[in-house]
């Protein structure tokens, strides 16, 4: 098992398993060689923990989806929808094969764009916000000010952010408080619930 606790069970395959509610050990498929980086399955089961009393009915959004491991765990949880943003086309095709084969479509968006031109072009309010973009691409705050800017938030929204633990600390807004926090060797991840 690699470090990223993902089981390669294909030469050219690597898989997920999703780690609760009705889509309990689903698998996705990703490429061994792909760029995306998943969230690990122990601190999935810790970010469900937290969102656990919030996560049913929510309208989500995924700003960098990559595997969309996050998006699917909420759906499993019976979040009402998840819209899934990334602007790789590659991610793109292979996030549409998972949700196809675990039959979920009636319940997301699948969107190749750019985080900070759909925040700025469509006019969405979510519920909970996942921000966790690949660890060379350091957009995390501009992606948390576009969420305030556009108004994508409304009072008592949740805002995940998984980052790399060397990276600067991030610009978060007044109105966001921190609800949980964790960190492990490598990343540090924050939970955040927007208060008017």
């Not at 938030?153 to 966001?176: A, G, M, Q, R, V």
Request: hydrophobic content about 35%; proline content about 2%; overall charge positive.
């Amino acid at each position: 098992m690699n470090q990223y606790n993902i089981k390669i069970n294909k030469k050219k395959h690597g898989k997920i398993r999703i780690t609760g509610g009705f889509l309990k050990n689903s698998i996705i498929r990703i490429h061994r060689n792909s760029i995306i980086r998943p969230t690990t399955s122990f601190i999935r089961e810790k970010l469900f923990n937290w969102l656990n009393s919030y996560i049913k009915h929510a309208n989500c959004l995924d700003c960098f989806a990559g595997s969309g491991v996050l998006g699917i765990e909420s759906i499993s949880r019976y979040a009402q929808s998840v819209t899934f943003i990334d602007n790789n086309k590659k991610v793109i095709l292979d996030l549409n094969n998972n949700v196809k084969k675990i039959n979920i479509l009636n319940h997301v968006k699948i969107v190749h764009n750019n985080i900070l031109r759909w925040l700025k072009q469509n006019n969405c309010i979510y519920q909970i916000v996942f921000i966790d973009p690949p660890f060379n691409h350091q957009i995390i705050n501009k992606t948390v000010n576009y969420l305030e800017k556009y108004n994508c938030l409304t009072s008592n929204s949740f805002i995940y952010i998984e980052k790399k633990n060397d990276l600067l600390l991030i610009d978060i807004p007044k109105k966001w408080i921190l609800y949980k926090s964790t960190k492990t060797k490598n990343i540090a991840c924050y939970l955040y619930v927007k208060q008017y």
